[in-house]
């Protein structure tokens, strides 16, 4: 017999990400990683900008499926068997996605993934539903409101499978922005419950899982090219400076903890927002090092220069971001406000170096890591004082 399904309180001690959670983030970033290793093979052809307009899409379906169930599941998860058995199957919904990322990259054929973003979005609608069945008031109408808006933007998607495909990106364009205001719209009378400290974590831990697809997608990627008998000292200097950045993006993300700036829906409704730039460069870096191997490997048909772009842009954008939205909450002093900001200009700088931009990107990246770890241990020696 499925239980009501109660909102959780904010409050609550030791909130945890569950097991089922977890579960669900790995079947997210196998529709990450099939979306970075498309922009990985545009890139490397020489494409860059059909690459990165079917990659911002695709990852966008991706990411706000990832968001609205996280924050769904920090209020109203029962974990009871109803609720697993509707979480699972925005799971396969999310690998059907996965399995039409090829197809909508190399033909703009957007049917698979919007029927595997239709499963996750009924199924989505339903645990809204469900809560709606136990909940009165304004309580009630939040998650009423939360399940219209979502039916009506699956309607207007749509227009993927009715547009002409040069027209596709007007879709995301129009509906995507619809997407975006749901939760305001449906959260303007009554907020829902999430949990700051679970939210927080769940954020980072589908950032360590997205960093680690990326360590994944260079290692193969380095493996490909010394199969295909490409010189190792050509390959270490990437491989090394695509090391060092991920290092550093893992340490410049969890160097203080941000649940105690979520304290309003404003406020976390940016900061959630903002994560679409936030795991979308994190997984960027690693399509990035995979056009740098190529491109070090004489197998990709661009410049030395537009591959090592392809890691410093992103990697760029990945500090800029964590910076503006997350990490300069926690910082005092001019000092320490302006190590991330300078360090990802220096990152972009980096692209002039050619062949040993990647490297020189990953040791401006431990540099920042370095700034920021000597600075705060100065300002807490200083307030011991």
């Given at each position: 017999?499925?239980?009501?399904?109660?909102?959780?309180?904010?409050?609550?001690?030791?909130?945890?990400?569950?097991?089922?959670?977890?579960?669900?983030?790995?079947?997210?970033?196998?529709?990450?990683?099939?979306?970075?290793?498309?922009?990985?093979?545009?890139?490397?052809?020489?494409?860059?900008?059909?690459?990165?307009?079917?990659?911002?899409?695709?990852?966008?379906?991706?990411?706000?499926?990832?968001?609205n169930f996280s924050w769904f599941a920090s209020a109203y998860d029962t974990d009871d068997p109803l609720y697993r058995v509707v979480t699972l199957v925005q799971m396969a919904g999310v690998l059907v996605l996965a399995a039409g990322v090829p197809r909508a990259f190399a033909d703009s054929d957007f049917?698979?993934?919007?029927?595997?973003?239709?499963?996750?979005?009924?199924?989505?609608?339903?645990?809204?539903?469900?809560?709606?069945?136990?909940?009165?008031?304004?309580?009630?109408?939040?998650?009423?409101?939360?399940?219209?808006?979502?039916?009506?933007?699956?309607?207007?998607?749509?227009?993927?499978?009715?547009?002409?495909?040069?027209?596709?990106?007007?879709?995301?364009?129009?509906v995507g922005p619809m997407e975006l205001a749901v939760p305001a719209l449906a959260e303007r009378e009554r907020g829902t419950s999430w949990h700051p400290r679970h939210i927080a974590e769940r954020y980072g831990l589908f950032t360590l899982i997205v960093l680690g697809e990326t360590i994944a997608a260079a290692t193969l990627a380095v493996q490909s090219a010394l199969d295909e008998h490409?010189?190792?000292?050509?390959?270490?200097?990437?491989?090394?400076?695509g090391l060092l950045l991920v290092f550093a993006a893992y340490w410049i993300y969890f160097a203080a903890p941000v649940h105690q700036h979520l304290r309003s829906n404003r406020q976390a409704f940016l900061w959630g927002y903002g994560h679409y730039l936030v795991?979308?460069?994190?997984?960027?870096?690693?399509?990035?090092?995979?056009?740098?191997?190529e491109e070090a490997s004489g197998a990709a048909r661009l410049s030395a220069f537009a591959a090592a772009a392809c890691v410093t842009v992103p990697a760029a954008l990945f500090m800029a971001t964590v910076?503006?939205?997350?990490?300069r909450h926690q910082k005092r002093g001019p000092a320490q406000q302006l190590v991330l900001p300078v360090c990802s200009l220096?990152?972009?700088?980096?692209t002039l170096?050619?062949?040993?931009?990647?490297?020189?990107?990953?040791?401006?990246?431990?540099?920042?890591?370095?700034?920021?770890?000597?600075?705060?241990?100065?300002?807490?020696t200083a307030l011991v004082e």
């Open positions: 017999m499925p239980v009501l399904m109660r909102a959780r309180r904010r409050d609550e001690e030791h909130r945890t990400a569950t097991p089922l959670e977890l579960f669900f983030d790995l079947c997210f970033v196998v529709a990450v990683a099939a979306a970075g290793r498309q922009l990985a093979h545009a890139l490397a052809e020489g494409h860059p900008g059909h690459g990165v307009l079917g990659y911002l899409m695709l990852f966008f379906a991706v990411w706000w499926a990832w968001m049917t698979v993934i919007w029927f595997g973003y239709l499963v996750m979005r009924l199924a989505m609608v339903a645990q809204w539903l469900r809560a709606a069945l136990a909940c009165r008031g304004a309580e009630r109408r939040t998650a009423l409101r939360y399940a219209l808006g979502m039916t009506v933007c699956q309607i207007g998607w749509l227009g993927l499978l009715a547009a002409p495909r040069g027209d596709v990106p007007w879709v995301f364009v129009v490409a010189g190792l000292g050509t390959l270490l200097p990437v491989a090394g400076g795991f979308g460069s994190a997984a960027a870096v690693g399509a990035g090092i995979e056009v740098a191997v910076w503006l939205i997350h990490s220096l990152v972009l700088a980096c170096a050619g062949p040993w931009a990647v490297p020189a990107a990953g040791l401006v990246a431990c540099g920042a890591v370095a700034a920021g770890v000597s600075l705060t241990s100065r300002q807490e």
